[in-house]
């Protein structure tokens, strides 16, 4: 009986990550894709930061994006560590802006100016024609406005890259490595290319390969690429190297200052993996304090239950 009983605990646990693996695709690590690269201070201090601009625009930190104003323009980060930052935003209509935030400060005004530069303009149609399609319909849809602003401003990288990851998630490999080619012809140093080459190389089987666009991706951010971690995790992972993805997954965490709730469940999966059963309801418990309503929300209180019946010797296998 014990035996049936943890094996249909291993079933309800393994029917809950099919679930969470299908909702991860699709949630993946955030709207936009962008998380990455740049150095960001070990201060192991965090707290609030108040920035203001222009409402609904964009707001990334270290290139990890952090939140979107408010109708009026103001973002409110409850957990930004100390030390030197970078801060990017954008908003659509505007020219995108990059400044420093200097250690101390708790507030932030950033003044954006409009902008004819049609380039641009186009780009920023492209990147929310990207964040808000759901289907192959409008991901093409998307590929084309990447392509009108590419017509205009060939080199513009940024651009290269955005194309490349709407044909990825349309499977179309080879172009998508194409556009992370010629991406890097104009930007040879590009964490964030690389690690999407990565995601590109480890989607259509190339393991060896994505492994390598990852760890290359982590060496020219020097070591804070958050996105990177994350996919070589997936792919130790799949390998059977358990221990070093669980310490790539810690990494990004480090990285993300919580702001990407599901690694926790990837965590969580990986330490489950290990049987660190205990350990894994307390990375899963860390995505419900995070997320409560998230997508994944309701599998991940399943896995908690069955977890902790295992953890407390409830089905144990003699």
Excluded: C
Excluded at 11 to 28: D, K, T, Y
Excluded at 90 to 95: E, W
Excluded at 115 to 132: I, N
């Amino acid at each position: 009986m014990l035996k049936e009983n943890a094996a249909e605990s291993a079933r309800s646990r393994q029917g809950a990550r099919i679930l969470l693996l299908a909702l991860f695709l699709v949630v993946s690590l955030s709207p936009t894709g962008t998380v990455v690269s740049q150095r960001r201070s070990s201060a192991p201090q965090s707290s609030s930061l108040v920035i203001t601009t222009q409402p609904e625009a964009i707001v990334w930190i270290d290139e990890i994006r952090r939140g979107v104003t408010d109708a009026t323009g103001r973002l409110e980060l409850k957990k930004v560590t100390g030390g030197r930052h970078t801060v990017r935003v954008r908003a659509t209509g505007f020219n995108e802006v990059s400044v420093p935030l200097l250690p101390g400060r708790r507030s932030l005004a950033v003044k954006l100016v409009r902008t004819t530069d049609q380039a641009q303009l186009t780009f920023q149609q492209a990147e929310l024609a990207r964040e808000a399609a759901r289907d192959d319909e409008s991901r093409l849809k998307a590929a084309e406005l990447y392509r009108d602003a590419l017509k205009i401003r060939p080199a513009y990288s940024a651009a290269r890259v955005g194309l490349a990851r709407v044909l990825l998630d349309l499977n179309q490999y080879r172009e998508a490595l194409a556009e992370i080619d010629a991406a890097r012809r104009s930007r040879p140093v590009y964490p964030e290319a690389s690690a999407v080459e990565g995601r590109i190389n480890g989607e259509a089987a190339f393991t060896d390969e994505a492994i390598q666009s990852f760890r290359r991706s982590i060496r020219e951010a020097k070591g804070f690429q958050p996105e990177a971690h994350v996919g070589l995790a997936r792919i130790l992972e799949e390998k059977g190297q358990y221990v070093e993805a669980e310490a790539e997954f810690r990494k990004a965490l480090a990285q993300l200052a919580d702001s990407e709730p599901v690694i926790y469940q990837l965590l969580g999966a990986s330490l489950e993996k290990q049987q660190k059963f205990k350990e894994a309801v307390v990375a899963y418990e860390k995505y419900l304090e995070l997320a409560p309503n998230g997508g994944l929300a309701p599998a991940v209180r399943s896995i908690i239950e069955q977890l902790r019946r295992d953890a407390d010797g409830l089905e144990i296998i003699p």
